[in-house]
């Protein structure tokens, strides 16, 4: 059982470049999220998805784009990269039934230079 | 505002000895509370939930956390510090009406002392 999987799980861009992180969850969980986590300030969320083909902002959304295409896919795109998205990205989904928790994928370490 | 206040950045304790880490939230909605642990180069592991009844929730590796409405806390305990406990510790608050979004707090660095 796969779980949530990134990729990938390390990345070096220049300034200006664009690309796409994927996540990937084999659990039919209905909900997906991309945080950011930055040192000392915990991991703050981007965007999140409550079910195919729906997207909504999160607390940073800006310089980032998400697609939904499918349930078990959550993309997260960046256009043009800037130094200030240097982060570990992480993924997470949970069921739409109360009293469960989110599970998280193991992280893409993201350097912008 | 809804946020959550983990008001120790670094703790060193000495194995063997006893843990708590302190978790504090501002939150509007009743709140689901979670403990995530994560060690170096990792992803985040669920150590414990609560949701409701028992304010004293057991998790795993022998954490337990209690939920104190009153004082809006959710402090993590262990009674017996083992080194492979090394790790950053997060505090999460959510709730069932946002979706599963959760709020983390600043994290809380622990290394144990041999």
């Keep these: 059982n796969a779980g949530v999987t990134q990729t990938p799980k390390f990345r ?12 990937a969850q084999d659990m039919n969980h209905e909900y997906m999220y991309w945080y950011r986590q930055d040192p000392g300030m915990g991991l703050r969320l981007i965007h999140y998805s409550v079910g195919e ?11 980032y784009n998400v697609s939904r295409l499918k349930k078990q896919n959550f993309l997260l795109g960046l256009e043009s990269a800037a130094p200030s998205q240097t982060s570990v990205y992480f993924c997470a989904s949970t069921s739409n039934n109360q009293n469960t928790e989110a599970f998280f994928g193991q992280g893409t370490r993201l350097t912008v230079v | 505002a809804q946020s ?7 703790i060193t304790v000495s194995e063997g000895a006893s843990l708590e880490l302190r978790c504090n939230y501002s939150y509007g909605a009743t709140p689901y ?52 406990d090394a790790a950053e ?26």
């Design chain 1, 12 to 23: 070096v861009l220049k300034t200006g470049q664009s690309m796409t992180l994927l996540c």
């Design chain 1, 53 to 63: 083909g729906t997207t909504a902002k999160g607390e940073v959304p800006d310089g």
């Design chain 2, 4 to 10: 959550v206040t983990q008001p120790d950045i670094h």
């Design chain 2, 33 to 84: 509370l979670f403990w995530y642990v994560q060690s170096p180069g990792q992803g985040l592991q669920l150590l414990l939930k609560y949701f409701s009844g028992d304010t004293l929730v057991q998790g795993i590796k022998g954490f337990e956390a209690e939920f104190k409405r009153s004082q809006s806390s959710f402090n993590l305990r262990k009674p017996s510090v083992h080194w492979s």
């Design chain 2, 89 to 114: 510790y997060f505090c999460a608050v959510g709730s069932y009406n946002q979706g599963g979004k959760l709020i983390f707090g600043q994290g809380t660095e622990l290394s144990v002392k041999p």
